[in-house]
């Protein structure tokens, strides 16, 4: 009997533990926005084809988030947690070949530190931004 008892008060206590540990960080907000991607001659996306938005935080111990893009509009939507980050897109064809553009194209924007794009996430419920990659270098807005 006594086994017993101990054995639910160190469960307790465990189950304690996570929700204190869950509790300590910044409450993820709705990151609504387009991406615009290049208008490329010799790349077309077909419905398989996959535009993955990252954002990659400044701050350590935060984990990267990310969401698909969609393929017709750019749309996305992500929860990610108040602070500045590094944004990041890439692109991944289904058929595994890929262009010397695409190629190009995911080495800008889709690894990091050789892209500069940024963008902070502020404590309002819900924000939408754009992400434009039509020309060079590329920027971030908020809408």
């Known amino acids: 009997m006594l086994r017993i008892t101990r054995v639910r008060w160190v469960m307790a206590f465990s189950v304690c533990l996570l929700v204190l540990a869950g509790c300590g960080g910044k409450k993820p ?10 208008k490329w001659r010799d790349v077309k996306l077909a419905d398989q084809d996959f535009v993955q938005v990252r954002f990659v935080p400044e701050a ?5 988030t990310g969401a698909k893009a969609s393929l017709t509009d750019g749309s996305f939507t992500a929860k990610v947690p108040p602070g500045k980050y ?13 262009s010397e553009t695409l190629k190009a194209f995911n080495k800008a924007y889709g690894s990091l530190p050789a ?4 963008y902070e996430v ?14 060079p270098p590329g920027k971030v807005t908020k809408k």
């Not at 350590?60 to 990267?64: E, I, N, P, R, Y």
């Not at 502020?122 to 020309?135: N, R």
């Open 115 to 118: 892209n500069t794009l940024s």
């Open 60 to 64: 350590k111990g935060v984990a990267a």
């Open 29 to 38: 907000v709705t990151v609504k926005g387009n991406v615009l991607l290049p």
């Open 86 to 98: 590094q944004v990041s897109v890439q692109v991944t064809l289904y058929s595994g070949t890929i």
């Open 122 to 135: 502020v404590e309002e419920p819900e924000q939408t931004i754009m992400i434009d990659l039509s020309t």
